[in-house]
């Protein structure tokens, strides 16, 4: 979530203006969804009627939000939005909502909010579940049963739909928290004893998605029930992301009728703040306004920030990987397959009105929104296959692999800014780690996979090639 400006700050011409209730943000830009759907070319699909009716996206948080329908019901009415249709699914009885517990509930309350009205608005009129588990640990086991019985449920009550997990915890924290080791036997236990609900998935025909995660290729270790742990010192990558069962959604830098033009460093940025200066956002945050388009990978050193993708310790190069080179792979899984924009500086506009933080207009970014603006696409899909009498997409990795490359906006290496400000975005380096990220490249790439999709393309090649 973008921080708000200081009290009383204003400039002449911000970055994001939101609609009623306004609020503005004068270096932070921010994405409504006709922003989104110029930008990756989803309106042309809703112009041909093609909403997503008939379909349904399964949300998957922990907790959920007091507030979610209300919320959902404010975001479609402001944006002329259809009302939603909403399921909420609670595995192990609803949650009782608390403002406490080092504020895990209000940022699993954000993140509801996030999924819900991001993927009603790429498929407005898709059904929506929302699956509300309880408790919340997601850096260790003691809350995935809950998670995954709610998972459970919903792919056994709506077979032929579509998933979004915005969760992800690093492969290794499955280990115990006992050692720093790239594999553990114990955590690909666990890990295969989880997969078998992905198994169900592609028995029902559920296309499910997980989020590659927001520290580039830094992660942490950590085991169930402790508050933080150690940064693994080397690259990692996240599961469920990695589970080749599931579509890896990857971030991208989207930037839509703006362009970032930063006059200094990120490490003169960051001196910057140290020294108590007034003016660190507006040089490092510094744009250019425009017409035009340009989309990098996701890699704000602002917010210390970044895709995350690499190659998984736990899983072997998947069959659907085949034509990825080997050298690349090096014999086990990549990920992310796709992206879509995850940027906080140019995030989508998020309503909440739950207690605990500003009632009102937030921008938030992360694969966490990549992931459920995916969904909604797939289930779009849906609609157009299921409408010629085809079935729905399903297990998706194997056909994605085979789409035409005019489907896709390849990500490539992309430098911004003037003077001490230049700045290339080609890699997924989490800033200030000191753990190597990965090349972007292009093509295919172990940063944003195939790129993302020209959703218009992409849905009906898609439907066509099933």
Known sequence: ??????????????????PAPIHTSAFVHCYTPNDIYAAYNVAKLHQQGITGKGQTIIIVDSYGSPTALQDLQFFSTTFGLPQPDLTIINPDGTPTFSTSLGGTQLGWAEETSLDLQWSHAIAPDAKLVLVEANPAETEGVQGFPSIFKGEQMAITQFPNSVMSQSFAVTEQSFCGGSTLSATCAAGNTQIAAFDQVYQQAVANHVTVFGSSGDSGTANVERAAGVASGPLLPFPTVN?????????????????????????????????????GGLNCNSAYLNFNTGKGQTEAVWKEDWIGAATGGGLSTVFSTPSFQSGISASLLQGQRGLPDVSWNAAVDGGVLVYTSFSGVRVGWHIIGGTSASSPQLAGLIALTNQISTSTGKGTVGYLNPVLYKLSAKDFNDIVPQTFGTGAGVTTLQDNSDYGTGIPGYATTTGWDLTTGFGTPNAYNFAHDLAASL
């Open 239 to 275: 599961w469920p992301s990695s589970d080749p069962l599931v579509t890896s959604a990857g971030g991208t830098w989207l930037q839509h009728g703006w362009t970032w033009n930063p006059a200094i460093s990120a490490n003169d940025y960051y001196a910057c703040l140290a020294a």
């Open 1 to 18: 979530m973008a921080p708000d400006d200081p009290a009383g700050f204003t400039v002449g011409n911000p970055a994001c203006v939101s």
